[in-house]
Antibody, heavy 123, light 110 residues
Framework: QLQLQESGPGLVKPSETLSLTCAVS??????????WGWIRQPPGKGLEWITN???????YYNPSLNSRVTISMDTPKNQFSLRLRSVTAADTAVYYC???????????????WGQGTLVTVSS | QTVVTQDPSFSVSPGGTVTLTCGLS?????????PSWYQQAPGQAPRTLIY???FRSSGVPDRFSGSILGNKAALIITGAQADDESDYYC??????????FGGGTKLTVL
């Protein structure tokens, strides 16, 4: 069964860059049937889709975060990463990585999720 | 900017039926938005319930179902149980690789 595991610093200072990695096991990120993505959830608030990447390298971003976000993938390590620049307290959230199915009539849903990692932005 | 709307809260009696809805601030939800629904218990990662409007994810009880009702996507829970008390999020695919979550509905079973 596919497993996704987020990792990265739990504390980031304001104006710095948040960097997270999602390690994928029991499945390959080189798969034409899926996007790989990041979703976040501020404390006590709802889910927010941030970004996706496709095995070809195509990337997709939430327009409200587009200017600060970069997603990338490392195929030899079977992992993908998120970078969020110029963070503020509003970026404090649990960050989830997930796999989004693409193909067929049953598509565009997040079918597998990591457990999430809390990132706090504070000096 | 696309805004996906959900009622902030809802309540249902044990054994009852509840319909949670998911709309668009502008326009109608259709199957082309591939509506999906997620259940989230406190402190847990979301769990996928329904995808592509009305397909149940593996292991999801058949008392959870999805449909399009009027101009909205709907999640119907029949025979509500105490452990259905959770937050429920819908998500719509709006094209160009972009997905948008609704604000979530907090369901109380009492």
């Amino acid at each position: 069964q596919l497993q996704l595991q987020e990792s990265g610093p739990g504390l980031v200072k304001p104006s710095e860059t948040l960097s997270l990695t999602c390690a994928v096991s029991s499945g390959s990120i080189i798969d034409s049937d899926y996007y790989w993505g990041w979703i976040r959830q501020p404390p006590g608030k709802g889910l927010e889709w941030i970004t996706n990447i496709y095995y070809s390298g195509s990337t997709y971003y939430n327009p409200s975060l587009n200017s600060r976000v970069t997603i990338s993938m490392d195929t030899p390590k079977n992992q993908f990463s998120l970078r969020l620049r110029s963070v503020t307290a509003a970026d404090t959230a649990v960050y989830y990585c997930a796999r989004q199915r693409l193909s067929g009539t049953s598509a565009y849903y997040f079918e597998s999720w990591g457990q999430g990692t809390l990132v706090t932005v504070s000096s | 900017q696309t805004v996906v709307t959900q009622d902030p809260s809802f309540s249902v009696s044990p054994g009852g039926t509840v319909t949670l809805t998911c709309g668009l601030s502008s326009g109608s939800v259709s199957t082309s938005h591939y509506p999906s629904w997620y259940q989230q218990a406190p402190g847990q990662a979301p769990r996928t319930l329904i995808y592509s409007t009305n397909f149940r994810s593996s292991g999801v009880p058949d008392r959870f179902s999805g449909s399009i009702l009027g101009n909205k996507a709907a999640l119907i829970i029949t025979g509500a149980q105490a452990d259905d008390e959770s937050d429920y999020y819908c998500m719509l695919y709006v094209g160009s690789g972009i997905s948008v979550f609704g604000g979530g509905t907090k369901l109380t079973v009492l």
